[in-house]
């Protein structure tokens, strides 16, 4: 469906369950996740509830997103606020100026963020006539919304300001670190629409019946409104993750129906737009000295059982997880849901995320692990994904000629094969059609314990890195692809609350 789709969906179904109630609803719809092919610890539980290193028990973005927005709705006519999960909005406005989504058509918030920044964003094309660039807070209008735009593009359009930069806005996404001019661009985050559009909206949905092709509500939507927009973007399919046939179609129908549609702008000057849905994102705002870290005031022991002999290191992230003594956590590194032995040492710039290690091992610096539970059959069983930080899971090839393409932990994926006996055949991937990646690779092995897998998906690293022999024969392979869709998510809330058990006890120990 991609989030355009799931948008019409939820319409769809707010509209079935309240009938002509739902026309003076203020409904907030935030993008749960998707695949998160880029952070997949967040894959099958959802971005929504990535936990953050911050409050006692830890808030989770849900959260988050509700505290951040929680001025929003007084300020709202009847309509949806559009939003996703993996991004975090902070602000600062004068006591007197108000956001307000009040007004027809669609209402988008906009940042200012270096050029760099807008080459993966939604970029706005602002009217300079409706901007004076003074205060902290200004409604305008927009002529047209360009979707991860070159550099080029963005000049030629006319988006780049020059606007006189205050300290704050340092980077990341921000316009340099001194109060001198500087070029930036309006990037996009939050955006509201009335309830008429969103009506249409509905109807165009029912009109299709099924859809065909995945909507991008930021590509699809946005680059259909303001007086500039033209039909050009439909034909254009490079920012697309999957491409579909009857996408090119789709597009136009809708750009029929929103054109003229205005597109209002609330330019936010004194604002940061932050993005934690990739491992080194995630990675950064929450380990190293980041401005997020500091404004969030994000912390780096969170509601955990950590050892009183290892000092906290500012550099770490520790959520919701069981520490043992004698266990050694490299800077950089983030550790959440997870219980780590005594004899466990684990490099710089890793994720461990909901596993069990109880063994005494090494994790190797820069390495991702993170455990599901799946029911294949009528039991539990346990799978861990092992990669390095920096792979390319959204990666794939059409053939297996090309497969020494796809990069696992520093090595081509024939190699490791190779080492853990695995043929290269068309049974190694889960899926039949031309997208052969790491995703869908079936290379992970499913254990009867949590522990066990971890050990086994370890080892499998441990031979990549030694160019050791380890062989997986006998054992059944998923993909993480296949993880999902086996996935058992009471039995992973379940491993999560008896952490949280743990820690709420051995507090109420030291209490008393």
């Known amino acids: 469906l991609g989030n355009g789709g799931s948008t019409l969906h939820a319409l769809r179904c707010l509209e079935e369950q309240y009938g002509d109630q739902w026309t003076s609803f203020t409904v907030l719809l935030i993008h749960s996740g998707g695949y998160s092919q880029r952070l997949p610890s967040a894959s099958a539980l959802g971005k929504i509830f990535t936990a953050l290193p911050l409050g006692d028990a830890e808030y989770q973005m849900l959260e988050l997103k509700l505290a951040m927005y929680i001025d929003f709705p007084r300020h709202m006519r009847a309509g949806v606020l559009v939003t996703c999960s993996d991004d975090i909005e902070l602000y600062s406005t004068a006591a007197t100026e108000t956001i307000a989504f009040d007004k027809p058509g669609f209402t988008a918030l906009a940042h200012p963020s270096d050029l760099a920044v807008g080459t993966t964003h939604g970029v706005f094309v602002l009217d300079p006539s409706s901007f004076s660039g003074k205060g902290g807070l200004e409604y305008g209008s927009c002529r047209r919304f360009l979707h991860k735009p070159d550099v080029q593009t963005m000049r030629q359009s006319g988006a780049v300001c020059v606007r006189e930069c205050c300290p704050q806005l340092s980077s990341p996404g921000g316009c340099g670190d001194s109060g001198t001019a500087s070029e930036c661009v309006y990037t996009d985050s939050v955006f509201y629409i009335d309830h008429s559009t969103a009506q249409q909206l509905l109807g165009f949905y029912k009109q299709m019946g099924t859809l065909c092709c995945e909507i991008d509500a930021y590509g699809d939507f946005l680059q259909a409104l303001g007086p500039g927009a033209t039909p050009d973007y439909t034909r254009n399919t490079s920012n697309v993750s999957r491409e579909d046939s009857g996408l090119v179609g789709v597009r136009q129908q809708l750009y029929s129906l929103l054109r003229g549609t205005p597109l209002n702008i609330i330019v936010l000057h004194n604002s940061q737009f932050y993005h934690i849905g990739t491992t080194q994102e995630y990675l950064f705002h929450f380990t190293a000295d980041s401005k997020l870290r500091f404004e969030l005031d994000l912390q780096p022991v969170a509601f955990s059982i950590f050892p009183d002999t290892a000092?906290?290191?500012?550099?770490?992230?520790?959520?919701?997880?069981?520490?043992?003594?004698?266990?050694?956590?490299?800077?950089?590194?983030?550790?959440?849901?997870?219980?780590?032995?005594?004899?466990?040492?684990?490099?710089?710039?890793?994720?461990?995320?909901?596993?069990?290690?109880?063994?005494?091992?090494?994790?190797?610096?820069?390495?991702?692990?993170?455990?599901?539970?799946?029911?294949?059959?009528?039991?539990?069983?346990?799978?861990?994904?092992?990669?390095?930080?920096?792979?390319?899971?959204?990666?794939?090839?059409?053939?297996?000629?090309?497969?020494?393409?796809?990069?696992?932990?520093?090595?081509?994926?024939?190699?490791?094969?190779d080492l853990w006996s695995i043929e290269v055949s068309d049974q190694l991937f889960s899926r039949e059609d031309t997208h052969l990646g790491l995703w869908t690779a079936r290379i992970f092995p499913v254990c009867s314990t949590l522990s066990e897998s971890v050990r086994m998906s370890l080892n499998m690293l441990n031979s990549v890195q030694h160019k050791s022999a380890f062989k997986l024969s006998g054992f059944q392979l998923l993909s993480v692809e296949e993880m999902l869709a086996y996935k058992d998510v009471e039995d992973m809330l379940k491993f999560r609350k008896q952490i949280y058990d743990e820690i709420c006890l051995q507090r109420q120990k030291k209490k008393s």
């Not at 994904?385 to 899971?393: E, P």
């Open 311 to 417: 000092k906290p290191l500012d550099q770490l992230s520790i959520i919701q997880s069981v520490l043992e003594p004698g266990c050694v956590i490299g800077p950089g590194s983030v550790i959440e849901y997870s219980r780590i032995g005594p004899e466990v040492s684990i490099g710089k710039g890793s994720i461990v995320s909901g596993s069990c290690i109880d063994f005494p091992v090494g994790i190797p610096s820069n390495c991702f692990l993170s455990s599901v539970s799946v029911r294949v059959t009528d039991r539990v069983e346990y799978v861990t994904m092992a990669f390095g930080v920096g792979d390319d899971l959204k990666k794939s090839v059409k053939s297996l000629w090309d497969v020494h393409s796809l990069q696992l932990f520093g090595a081509s994926l024939p190699e490791c094969l």
